[in-house]
């Protein structure tokens, strides 16, 4: 059960609603590339538009360095995200100060506000209370449905919570429902799939996921660096070296759950025309590297995937940005797809894997945050959603 309030616990109805959105969506030249994000937003908007509310939305959009760049203006999210919806969508070029007062001010019930770039102000990855403040004082009510934001503790995520009535969005919802479930009561078989570059990003997630799952089945980059803590030599592969003594308590906590790749593929370079060999898990040669995981760990992984009632899945099983490499994880997201389990997806490259494949519409939840998602995993109170408002 979600126990946080959302927008259809208290009244909208005409009401000025700011709501913190994640729109931090990739823009080549000015155009919105995946529009993901703002679409999974539109349930909350068109609800509120519904009510009759004022629709103030702000965002962060990249990584600006705590000033104004105009490469990552909001502008073109404001302008596509007009083209969705039958309402006016007006943009505003600061997110607090008298540009954005004066907009809030005129902005008419039915129709949208998008504020400018939260991030093009310092104070806001400090979760300054002033700047808090000033976004607050642009409307009645603060709506959280940032759930990709929500694990930082920010003026527009956590802050301005402590000046308005705050609660939850549709997607925060949802978002947290699907994660909440497998973390709090999953059904079982429950097989966790962590792959990515890095052990040392995921070491709180595979941590808790042994003890909450029942295989955490590992691919990747990561795995290099178990290889590694193991005593096998891994050639010129990606490895970290500061994190061997936790990769290897890892494996010793881990002991009948932890999977590691049985085989691998090899490169002699690290680029897509490379030439390649498969081999067993074991010393890699010097002057080559292991680029993605070989066809008996795609067997033995698939099959415990096609018996699980929930799976999990973070982080790409290769380079798979080389399509020579790609087959470790695209052959992952097909037994995800298929298995036919409660199948969560988070981290952009696992669902963009499993976009490509076109196997998306099999997927029970595809996450829009993949930092957010990696900390609910880890069991971590995310700050965003600590500060709404209980049910
Ligand atoms: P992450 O952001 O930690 O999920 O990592 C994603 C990145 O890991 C992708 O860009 C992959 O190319 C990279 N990756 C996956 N497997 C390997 C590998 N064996 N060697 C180097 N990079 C890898």
Same mark, same amino acid.
């Given at each position: 059960?979600?126990?946080?309030?959302?927008?259809?616990?208290?009244?909208?109805?005409?009401?000025? !609603?700011?709501?913190?959105? %994640?729109?931090?969506? =990739?823009?080549?030249?000015?155009?919105?590339?995946?529009?993901?994000?703002?679409?999974?937003?539109? =349930?909350?908007?068109?609800?509120?538009?519904?009510?009759?509310?004022?629709?103030?939305?702000?965002?962060?959009?990249?990584?600006?360095?705590?000033?104004?760049?105009?490469?990552?203006?909001?502008?073109?999210?404001?302008?596509?995200?007009?083209?969705?919806?039958?309402?006016?969508?007006?943009?505003?070029?600061?997110?607090?100060?008298p540009? #954005?007062?004066?907009?809030? &001010?005129?902005?008419?019930?039915?129709?949208?506000?998008?504020?400018?770039?939260?991030?093009?102000?310092?104070?806001?990855?400090?979760?300054?209370?002033?700047?808090?403040?000033?976004?607050?004082?642009?409307?009645?009510?603060?709506?959280?449905?940032? *759930?990709?934001?929500?694990?930082?503790?920010?003026?527009?995520?956590?802050?301005?919570?402590d000046?308005?009535?705050?609660?939850?969005? *549709?997607?925060?919802?949802?978002?947290?429902q699907?994660?909440?479930?497998?973390?709090?009561?999953?059904?079982?078989?429950?097989?966790?799939?962590?792959?990515?570059?890095?052990?040392?990003?995921? +070491?709180? @997630?595979?941590?808790?996921?042994?003890?909450? #799952? %029942?295989?955490?089945? +590992?691919?990747?980059?990561?795995?290099?660096?178990?290889?590694?803590?193991?005593?096998?030599?891994?050639?010129?592969?990606?490895?970290? %070296?500061?994190?061997?003594?936790?990769a /290897?308590?890892? @494996?010793?906590?881990?002991?009948?759950?932890?999977?590691?790749?049985?085989?691998?593929?090899?490169? %002699?370079?690290?680029?897509?025309?490379?030439?390649?060999?498969?081999?067993?898990?074991?010393?890699?040669?010097?002057?080559? /590297?292991?680029?993605?995981?070989?066809?008996?760990?795609?067997?033995?992984?698939?099959?415990?995937?096609?018996?699980?009632?929930? @799976?999990?899945?973070?982080? =790409?099983?290769?380079?798979?940005e080389f =399509?020579?490499?790609?087959?470790?994880?695209?052959? +992952?997201?097909?037994?995800?797809?298929?298995?036919?389990? !409660?199948? +969560?997806i988070?981290?952009?490259?696992?669902?963009?894997a499993?976009?490509?494949?076109?196997?998306?519409?099999?997927?029970?939840?595809?996450?829009?945050?993949?930092?957010?998602?990696?900390?609910?995993?880890?069991?971590?109170?995310?700050?965003?959603?600590?500060?709404? &408002?209980?049910?």
């Open positions: 059960m979600f126990a946080k309030k959302t927008i259809k616990d208290i009244d909208v109805t005409n009401k000025k !609603v700011l709501v913190r959105v %994640d729109f931090n969506v =990739p823009i080549k030249d000015g155009v919105v590339s995946d529009d993901t994000r703002i679409r999974a937003a539109l =349930p909350t908007i068109e609800y509120l538009l519904d009510k009759n509310a004022a629709v103030i939305l702000c965002s962060h959009l990249g990584r600006p360095k705590d000033c104004v760049d105009l490469q990552y203006s909001l502008k073109p999210v404001a302008e596509y995200l007009g083209t969705l919806i039958p309402q006016k969508v007006l943009f505003a070029e600061d997110c607090i100060g540009v #954005a007062e004066k907009a809030a &001010q005129a902005l008419e019930n039915g129709q949208v506000l998008v504020l400018e770039n939260t991030r093009f102000h310092a104070e806001e990855k400090k979760n300054d209370p002033a700047m808090a403040k000033e976004l607050a004082s642009l409307a009645d009510i603060f709506v959280n449905d940032a *759930f990709g934001s929500a694990h930082r503790a920010h003026a527009s995520t956590a802050g301005i919570a000046y308005l009535p705050a609660v939850a969005g *549709f997607l925060m919802e949802k978002e947290i699907y994660l909440g479930q497998v973390i709090e009561d999953p059904e079982r078989p429950f097989i966790a799939i962590l792959g990515g570059a890095k052990v040392s990003d995921k +070491i709180g @997630v595979i941590r808790n996921l042994l003890q909450k #799952a %029942d295989q955490v089945l +590992i691919g990747g980059g990561m795995a290099n660096t178990f290889f590694k803590a193991q005593g096998y030599p891994v050639g010129d592969s990606l490895v970290e %070296d500061d994190v061997l003594d936790v /290897r308590e890892l @494996v010793e906590q881990g002991s009948n759950k932890l999977r590691l790749p049985v085989d691998m593929v090899i490169a %002699d370079k690290f680029e897509d025309d490379a030439t390649q060999k498969t081999m067993p898990t074991g010393p890699v040669p010097d002057g080559w /590297r292991i680029l993605d995981i070989g066809p008996e760990t795609v067997t033995a992984y698939a099959k415990e995937i096609a018996g699980a009632k929930t @799976v999990v899945w973070n982080g =790409p099983m290769g380079v798979f =399509p020579n490499f790609a087959k470790g994880t695209f052959a +992952i997201a097909k037994a995800v797809a298929e298995s036919g389990a !409660v199948s +969560i988070g981290g952009g490259d696992s669902v963009s499993v976009n490509k494949s076109g196997l998306a519409d099999k997927i029970s939840h595809i996450s829009t945050g993949g930092g957010a998602s990696l900390e609910m995993l880890e069991g971590i109170e995310l700050p965003g959603l600590a500060v709404l &408002q209980d049910k």
